[in-house]
């Protein structure tokens, strides 16, 4: 198969693109210097030029603070982006897998949420990637959305990463307390990718690491894998962490239609944890 990866050298893109690489397929990964996504005839070029059987569409605005200051932008992006891409793979007859979040969820359920729950997205990010998903879906009918949370993994940014780099050189760290979501690691994710597409059944999957845990747990547990015993975690409450964006205070995502279908739950975060720590986490 034909894999074209958008945000191909990101976080999760890198992951997936090394996935379906080693299943065999032949794989583009691009980022934003070699086609932006905001720009139709760019992205038309690209897609139409490779003529892929599935576009995995990982490139976003992902700076969540950003999208708050910067609507506009985070609209451009990950809204009309993502239908300039879908619109592209209708064109080429290929199927798209779009990334989307747990941030399209108010939190309020305090019970995991499914495929088949409300959307109701509490900020910029959440919103303008849940239109993205409305209008991917109205774009291109072979679409696939994929919802995740949390995401950790070698390349990039992410918020293990950001913990150890800050724990390494101060004796204590601040971390909110009240926020619960599902970590989930991407080399997991692309491996649930790659079975998702292996038939046309489109619509909308969640998938993520089994388990949840507030961002201070989440902290706790890596500190201990990474053996900096020493430093101390202090749990603090997201009113007292300056941020211009609210966002969920519970957004555990239950994988229910992969459930349904009798598909086998992502390992826990704590065991995905372990191993990207025993990896050696990158800086
Ligand atoms: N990180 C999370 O915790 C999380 C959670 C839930 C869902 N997601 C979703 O998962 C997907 C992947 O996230 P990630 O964390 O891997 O993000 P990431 O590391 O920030 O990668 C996103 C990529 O998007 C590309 N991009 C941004 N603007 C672009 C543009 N105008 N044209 C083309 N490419 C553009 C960037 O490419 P360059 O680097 O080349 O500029 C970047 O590599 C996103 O859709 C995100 O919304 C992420």
Same mark, same amino acid.
């Given at each position: 198969?034909?894999?074209l ?36 005839? @760019?992205?038309?070029?690209? @897609? ?6 599935l ?5 976003a ?22 239908? =300039? ?23 309020a ?10 959307? !109701? ?48 050189t ?30 046309p ?27 900096? =015993? =020493?430093?101390t975690? !202090?749990? @603090? ?5 300056p941020?211009p ?12 239609v ?26």
């Open positions: 198969m034909r894999v990866v958008t945000g191909g050298h990101g976080l999760l893109g890198t992951a997936v693109c090394t996935c379906f690489s080693l299943l065999g397929h032949r794989v583009i990964a691009l980022g934003s210097a070699d086609s932006d996504i905001t720009n139709h005839s @760019i992205t038309r070029s690209s @897609i139409l030029g490779f003529k892929p059987d576009v995995v569409h990982a490139a605005m992902t700076d969540v603070d950003g999208c708050e200051l910067d609507p506009d932008t985070a609209y451009r992006v990950n809204s009309v982006g993502a239908w =300039n891409v879908a619109s592209c793979c209708e064109e080429t007859g290929s199927r798209i897998l779009f990334i989307s979040t747990d941030y399209v969820f108010d939190g359920k305090k019970a995991p949420y499914t495929e088949f729950d409300e959307t !109701n997205p509490l900020g910029i990010y959440g919103r303008s990637k849940l239109l993205g998903e409305k209008l991917v879906r109205e774009a291109c009918p072979r679409c696939y959305v994929v919802r995740t949370s949390w995401l950790f993994g070698p390349k990039g940014k992410c918020f293990p990463k950001t913990m150890l780099k800050l724990a390494r101060k004796p204590s760290v601040n971390v909110v307390a009240d926020q619960v979501g599902s970590p989930t690691y991407v080399d997991d994710l692309a491996l649930a990718i790659a079975d998702i597409v292996q038939v059944m489109f619509g909308t999957y969640h998938v993520a690491n089994s388990g949840s845990c507030s961002w201070f747990e989440f902290t706790q547990t890596m500190l201990k894998l990474a053996g900096l =015993n =020493n430093v975690v !202090n749990p @603090i409450s997201s009113a007292d962490w941020s964006t609210n966002r969920p205070a519970y957004s555990v995502l239950r994988p229910y992969r459930e349904l279908q009798g598909k086998p739950l992502l390992r826990n975060w704590q065991l995905a944890l372990k191993e990207f720590v025993a990896k050696g986490i990158p800086e």
